[in-house]
């Protein structure tokens, strides 16, 4: 009874999906960034240092960079 209803809820703006970036496109040529291979395209890994994480399955890809170490004997 107090409270003060304005009957509206306020409205909140959801945050715009960010996939969209993860699309390049050059001249007719659609590239994509690295999807997920457990999820599939579509779903995408995010990037850290050294690694890409993928947000939905958890899975961790690491990914070697080739300046700081060139191929070594295996
Ligand atoms: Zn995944």
Known sequence: MAKESKGKKPHKNKKTSKKYTMYKIEGDKITREKSCPRCGPGVFLMKADNRLYCGKCHLT???????????QKE
């Not at 690491?62 to 060139?70: G, N, T, Y």
């Open 61 to 71: 890809e690491f990914v070697a960079k080739k300046r700081s170490f060139e191929k």
